[in-house]
């Protein structure tokens, strides 16, 4: 190993970044949002060079992370396992954090992506060379929308979003399956096949709602509904998917390789949505698009709200997957949601595409004015 791939430090940075404007999903217990809590990692080489990595805070159905809990259990329990070894073991590092805390995806998201970034660096690449090589250079994405009470601002929100290119739009519901049903309605027969339609619903419905909604989603030619039904009843999302011939994705139901064999088993879903966050970054999300693509399950490449920074994680893991992708919307955090980003060149999509990064590592550079702004106490440095 050479002196100057070792790390030298690991960096914890806690955010709160305001949104543009308030977002309301079905999320138990907090159902509109003003900010989203990140965590930046930086992983300092002896070499000089800076790896960084982001995760959430989002606190939903399978998120109890707090950016207290995250950075302890990074500085605590991963560094002092990661400082002398190579930026490049990435594989070894993984195995070892997960060995360390089982289950901390959120945390271990964050530095795995930050050892990407630096090995992308170190060794003068980008992300998706690393991952096998470049098998798309733009991707196209959709867009995911608040849910609201009235079908007149929902479509025209959704109509400045056509106008920016996009057609794949994705329906926050499952407050109130009846408000539900005559939004998507109006929007249908506003836009006609002009446009693909989707909903989310983050497991907030019970089961008989569901059923009602999802039959009358079927009638209106949805693409996909996600999550119609809380994340731990798999049974419920077996039986939906059973009843309608309208494919179902799972989120929340979504964490490890275990959990995406256990839908596969139950056949609870056809599509699965990833999140860099959730699922512990390049690292683990790769390992679960393998395992969908060998199930026939459809991949939705998505994200918690995140800056560029997560957006360039999943743009590089898709810019590597040779497989057919869904058009998912991963970058909805930067184009609609926050108020500001924390990078200097944001990676803002173009008539519903996103460019796959093409600088070295993550292609992204942190914006330190932004980062001392939006920046809260409690963050660390090991080394």
């Known amino acids: 190993m050479s002196h100057s791939e070792s790390i030298r430090s690991v960096e914890t940075i806690p955010l709160r970044i305001p949104f543009a404007h308030a977002f309301t999903m079905a999320a138990p217990g907090q159902q509109t949002r003003q900010s989203v809590d990140i965590l930046l990692v930086k992983i300092h080489t002896e070499g000089g060079l800076c790896g960084i990595g982001e995760t959430q805070a989002w606190r939903r159905q399978g998120s109890a992370e707090t950016l207290e809990n995250l950075s302890r259990t990074i500085i605590d329990h991963f560094v002092p396992r990661m400082l002398g070894r190579s930026c490049l073991d990435i594989a070894p590092i993984m195995h070892d954090l997960e060995g360390t805390i089982y289950g901390s995806l959120y945390a271990q998201a964050a530095i795995g992506d930050a050892l990407y970034d630096a090995a992308g660096k170190t060794l003068g690449l980008p992300v998706w060379r690393l991952l096998g090589g470049q098998c798309r250079d733009r991707i196209q994405v959709g867009i995911a929308v608040s849910i609201t009470s009235s079908p007149d601002a929902l479509i025209d929100a959704l109509e400045g979003w056509v106008a920016k290119g996009y057609r794949h739009l994705r329906l926050k519901v499952g407050i109130d399956y009846e408000t539900d049903f005559r939004n998507a309605s109006k929007v249908r027969e506003h836009f006609g096949d002009a446009v693909v339609l989707r909903a989310d619903a983050n497991g907030g419905m019970q089961y008989g709602d569901a059923l009602r909604l999802l039959r009358k989603l079927e009638a209106l030619d949805f693409d996909i509904v996600e999550q119609p039904v809380a994340g731990w009843d798999l049974g419920g999302m077996a039986a939906l998917a059973r009843m309608v011939g309208l494919p179902l994705s799972a989120d929340e139901s979504l964490t490890t390789d275990h959990s995406l064999i256990e839908i596969i088993r139950r056949g ?28 026939g399950v459809g991949i939705f490449p998505g994200n918690h709200p995140s800056t560029s920074i997560s957006v360039a994680s999943v743009a590089h893991l898709c810019a590597s997957w040779p497989g057919r992708l869904l058009v998912g919307d991963f970058q909805t955090g930067i184009a609609d949601m926050l108020a500001h980003d924390i990078v200097t060149k944001p990676l803002l999509p173009e008539h519903g595409f996103v460019d796959v990064p093409q600088g070295l590592g993550l292609g992204v550079e942190i914006d330190e004015d932004a980062i001392a702004r939006f920046r809260i106490d409690g963050g660390e440095r090991a080394s």
């Open 268 to 295: 609870a879903a056809r599509v699965i949505q990833t999140k860099a966050g959730k699922n512990g970054g390049l690292y683990y999300s790769r390992r679960l698009w393998t395992i969908a693509e060998a199930a």
